[in-house]
């Protein structure tokens, strides 16, 4: 019974190590506070609001009441920031103060964080530093990720995001403050303000790298070469992420926005995101998480926020996009091929759960950066596409200072070289920077696309001219009377000689619109209203073509998978028998008293932190002794038991990643001993050696019991293990054997 006892409290020690958990404070109202703007924000955000005809007294920016706040503080284990936006403070509180919380009078609601943060560069090898050439690209002046945009048009006209200041949110500048490729933003005093919220101070020059390399897609210019559009821009630098402190980036991230509100941001490039470590794919809509919120509420302030899509495109566990890219006010941006200019691989999907489009627009998915140590690499991810699309977003507004920040945001949309078609992977497609240079050209018309119909299909037919070269790429959609996808495709044609697709009418209902794209040309087709010539050539015609498989809002992603819902996976696990061990009747020999395992384990997901699962391992205990019979001293001698075990767990993810991240274990065991050897060697001579081996020895109890814990980072974790029960019944008359053991289990990831 005591054992019992000790084990259950054992339980309740290490669930308590779990207690304190991060909660965002609600407050109800902000009673007995003031507000005076003109000593609260920088002169370029008073300059904002009143360009942007918002007021400088909105409640939403009046400081927390104080006395609320300590109330709160007072109640907690540490405070870790706040927000006036939404009225409320990030605190650590105990379970045990939690109600205590929750009663006081002006407490609105609590809500548990429960965030990762995901820095959006894809997990890939960077290329080796390199020089680049001085005829990199056809224009001198910039470099191929930057032609995409027409950027040139935007060097020739001096349009540089002079009169912007952007705010960089990531994990560190490391260099910024010496590297080359931001000479002239150091020499102009363009960097105006800098913070590290995990340090509070004022210090950002050092940490992730990812930071720099963001930057210089923005800023940066290299032998006169510029890696992004807006080096005539100033510049808020913020350090918002830590790989160790999980649970507070959103916090961070929070206030991150208001310090760049504050200090007169126009533009914030955010190379982050939170997904699929806390969050289920229903909940990218743009209103479950905090930051979604609060990107939203940026661009209500007067701000646009440009956020990488994320790099989960071929994940089958996820697919879609990260928040805050789900926001509805905020610029999501998806990744192209350079080298084909389709979507790179592993740039994410959307829509958004609630079905709105996403990405937005798209830009280069790899790009060359700066390294922090000094010298070039090439990098691929979302998080080199979004700041690409921030520095082009600050020189259109350069060139429209009159326009409000979400009538800017339907302009870059209307730029994209797509529009007015897009779809779930491309957006709208790239801006271009003759949408803004010159805003009265108008498009080419031409006829190329045509539709006709049988009693089946309506057939889209394009016409190639002499200038298509090998363009054998066709984008058609399917939009419903509400502006939501019904499906759309990607179709690849083997030559131009015979572009043709047949669209199934199964496809496609009254009311909704057919939208074609090939080479700048859009053809739209209203079915059921416009007129649609029947078919006299097409009808009885193998087309060869191929349709890519593009996901659709109706596809769920897998249930099964590291991160989703319910994960299976095989294992084995190496270990030691250790002491204590107090017997005098024979002895121990710790060193060769292992433990080997094969099992099978299975987790689910209670939510994204706290999963309970089931494991089924066979193996066997090899104790190795010492006189165990009491009459011979053998040179080798063990017992050995064979196991089925099945243990009960719940596991703790103390810090998400990729795979299972940081995580704690803690269970019961049971066994059954199906089998047991009695071994014994012994020399007679040097050359002559004699063995015998007993089994089914009576005196084992067949059924054992007791508990585990495991301490583990993805697929490797170290374990220990306490037994209970006792491996001798009363019968045997020996001296129990150790009943503790520790070692290493490595998971078998397929």
Known sequence: ??????????????????????????????????????????????????????????????????????????????????????????????????????????????????????????KDHFTDSFEMSSDAGENAGILPQLERFEGDLFVQNQIDGKGIRIAVFDGGFPGVDKHEAFAHLRENNRIIKTWNFPLKKENVYGWHSHGTMVLSCIAGIQNGKKMGLATGAEFLLARTEINTEPAKEEVWWMQAVEWADKNGANVINSSLGYGKSRYYVEDMDGKQSLVSKAANMAAAKGMLVCN?????????????????????SVISVGGLNPATDKRIYFSSFGPTADGRLKPNVVAF???????????????????????????????????????????LKAEIEKSADLYPYFDYQYGYGVPQAGYFINPTAQ???????????????????????????????????????????RQYWEVEFSD?????????????????????????????LRYGT?????????????????????????????????????????????????????????????????????????????????????????????????????????????????LLNLEFYQRFRLVPDEGLGVYFDTGIYGSWVYGNQHFMKEKLDPKIIKTETRGNIQG????????????????????????????????MGKTELPRLEAGVELAIPF
């Open 1 to 122: 019974m005591k054992r019992i006892i000790l084990a259950f409290l054992t339980l309740l020690l290490v669930n308590g190590l779990f207690s304190q958990n991060i909660y965002w404070v609600y407050f109800t109202d902000k009673n007995e506070t003031t507000f005076d703007p003109y000593s609260y924000f920088d002169a370029k955000a008073i300059e904002r609001r009143v360009q942007q005809n918002i007021s400088l007294f909105d409640m939403t920016d009046f400081p927390l009441n104080n006395n609320y706040k300590e109330q709160v503080i007072n109640l907690s284990e540490e405070f870790v920031g706040e927000t006036r936006w939404f009225n409320a403070v990030a605190v650590a509180i105990t379970d045990e103060n939690l109600p205590l919380v929750q009663e006081l009078p002006f407490v609105k609601n609590v809500e548990r964080i429960e965030t990762e943060g995901k820095l959006a560069t894809y």
């Open 308 to 328: 990488a899509m994320g790099n989960e495109g071929s994940d089958k566990a996820w697919r879609t996009l990260i928040t805050p890219a789900d926001a509805d």
């Open 365 to 407: 998915g790899t790009a060359d950066v700066a390294k922090p140590r000094g010298g070039y690499t090439n990098a691929p991810g979302t998080s080199f596409s979004s700041p690409l699309v921030a520095g082009f977003v600050a020189c259109a507004w350069q060139t429209r200072p009159q326009l409000k920040a979400m009538e």
């Open 443 to 485: 498009p080419i018309e031409t006829s190329r696309i045509a539709f006709t119909q049988s009693e089946n299909a309506i057939f889209v037919t394009v016409t190639p001219d002499e200038n298509d070269k090998n363009n054998t790429t066709l984008l058609l959609h399917v939009q419903k009377p509400d502006g939501q996808l």
């Open 496 to 524: 131009l000689s015979s572009m043709v697709y047949p669209l199934n009418k199964s496809k496609i209902e009254n009311g909704d619109i057919l939208r074609v794209y090939y080479q700048k040309e859009v053809k739209e």
């Open 530 to 642: 416009d007129f649609i010539p029947k078919d006299k050539t097409n009808k009885y015609e193998t087309y060869n073509y191929y349709v890519k498989d593009v996901p659709q809002k109706n596809e769920k992603p897998s249930a099964y998978g590291v991160l989703s819902k319910y994960f299976i996976y095989p294992y084995i696990s190496w270990g030691f028998i250790t002491p204590p061990f107090n017997g005098s009747d024979y002895q121990m020999k710790y060193g060769n008293s292992q433990t080997f395992m094969f099992g099978l384990r299975f987790k689910g997901n209670v939510c994204k932190w706290y999963n309970l699962g089931f494991s089924a391992e066979i193996g066997y205990n090899k104790f190795h002794v010492k006189n165990f019979e009491g009459s011979q001293l053998f040179h080798t001698e063990y017992l050995r038991t064979s």
């Open 700 to 731: 084992f109890n067949p059924l054992q019991w007791g508990v585990r814990a495991r301490f583990g980072y993805n697929f490797i974790a170290l374990y220990g293990q306490y037994r209970f029960s006792d491996l001798f019944n009363e019968k």
